[in-house]
């Protein structure tokens, strides 16, 4: 437990992570998939400026959602790609800018497995699946084989490029996270069955980005404390794949919750009150020594507070909050500026929450915010048109 005497400094103390790098304060800015890359792949000027704005805004780590090592399975067609097609001087430009004042900016390298975007690729999880009317492709084991280094080419080309650390996507219903879950993963080889064989694929790909990257660079993790999905990871399993990640060379977890999988519960589009995974990281702190950020439901200073205070998390990481006001790690770290105001919605679709959040990241972008007043279902069309277009243009860049 920590002492509260001076709650400013709860927020401001550094970290230092087991790689020896260190993070200024206790502020994270979860990962977003903000649909602002051009369609092919590589950053805009706007994707540019929204990383901008948040370390200019005084976060510690920001992390970009959903950046693709594989463009056959993107979650979305305004992904991040990490591979030969990238345009290098964007993102070295992403990377500069995102970085002022001593921030971190790494990538979040994912690999949407069962739940890449259909329009632009055939999903492929763990087993080949039928579930009502999902339908998704199986690995062969040699697929399984090539996924680290997979990941290890994106990371090494994202120290290349600049970026300070990297975040292995093994969350919310994506292809890692599909190993490690019962639901999807129906493997009888090595690398499915009990948790540490759903757990192995994940170790190996951290084994070789870690070789890839060397000592010094971070690597983090983020994972789910439970699918909240019938069938999917259960907290006991989630626990042990934590204790699993604790013999490996990783230097941050996240804890976070739920999936993608259609019509399953998100974090992301939950309104329910939090923060949600509080409970569950002061069990995972008795199986891991590594550092622990927790996202989910952050809505005020005083609950990020009260969880440092508790000494459960390491840091704080937060999503919508930070797309309503860019600049909230300034005014919780000086403890100035009110709590953001959250918008209500009276029904919303499944996604359509997140659809909203995402229309708000491309204003944040422009530097459009103030005039900003996307009603829900305008906010879902305009999200689905533009993916639709995008879509033509991916076609093209990765059809070979
Ligand atoms: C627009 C949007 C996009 C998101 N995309 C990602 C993503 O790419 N990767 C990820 O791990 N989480 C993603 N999330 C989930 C957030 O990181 C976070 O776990 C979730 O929103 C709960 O945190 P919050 O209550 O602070 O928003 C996204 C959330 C939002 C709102």
Not at 8 to 33: D, H, I, T, W, Y
Not at 78 to 83: A, M, Q
Not at 151 to 172: D, N, P, S
Not at 213 to 221: A, C, E
Request: charged fraction near 20%; hydrophobic fraction near 40%.
């Amino acid at each position: 437990m920590i002492e509260a005497k001076d709650s400013n400094q709860l927020f401001s103390r550094s970290l230092e992570l087991p790689c020896g790098a260190v993070l200024k304060n206790r502020l994270v800015k979860s990962a977003m998939s903000d649909s602002l890359a051009d369609g092919e792949g590589s950053p805009t000027q706007a994707q540019v400026r929204l990383y901008e704005r948040w370390t200019e805004g005084g976060v510690a780590l920001s992390i970009i959602g959903e950046v693709q090592a594989d463009p056959r399975f993107p979650e979305k067609p305004g992904n991040l790609v990490l591979g030969k097609h990238s345009n290098l001087e964007m993102l070295r430009k992403l990377t500069t800018r995102a970085s002022i004042n001593g921030a971190h900016i790494w990538p979040q390298i994912g690999h949407a497995g069962a739940l890449s975007h259909a329009p632009i690729s055939l999903p492929t999880g763990p087993s080949a699946l039928e579930i009502g009317s999902f339908q998704c492709a199986g690995m062969s084991i040699t697929e399984v084989k090539q996924l680290p280094d997979t990941y290890a080419k994106a990371a090494l080309m994202a120290k290349e490029v600049g970026f300070t650390g990297i975040q292995i996507h093994a969350g919310h219903g994506f292809l890692l996270s599909q190993f490690l879950s019962p639901l999807f993963n129906h493997r009888n080889d090595q690398y499915g069955g009990s948790i540490e064989a759903r757990c192995r694929i994940i170790v190996e790909v951290i084994d070789k980005v870690r070789r890839a990257v060397g000592t010094s660079f971070p690597i983090g993790i983020k994972i789910n404390s439970t699918d909240q999905l019938e069938g999917g990871l259960t907290q006991d399993d989630a626990l042990e794949a934590i204790r699993i990640l604790n013999q490996t060379s990783i230097d941050l977890i996240e804890l976070s919750g739920g999936t993608y999988f259609p019509g399953a519960k998100s974090s992301s589009d939950s309104s329910g009150a939090g923060p949600y995974f509080v409970d569950f990281s002061k069990k995972a702190q008795q199986v891991t020594s590594i550092p622990i950020v927790v996202t989910g439901g952050f809505k005020t200073r005083t609950q990020a507070m009260d969880s440092l205070i508790s000494g459960a998390v390491d840091m704080v990481g937060i999503a919508r909050a930070m797309v309503l006001n860019p600049s909230l790690a300034n005014d919780w770290l000086t403890n100035t500026g009110a709590d953001p105001v959250f918008p209500r919605f009276e029904t919303a679709p499944s996604g359509g929450i997140t659809a909203w959040y995402t229309m708000r990241l491309t204003a944040l972008g422009n530097d459009a915010e103030s005039s900003f007043a996307l009603c829900l279902p305008s906010a879902i069309r305009l999200y689905e048109e533009r993916d639709e277009l995008r879509c033509h243009k991916w076609r093209k860049k990765f059809s070979s």
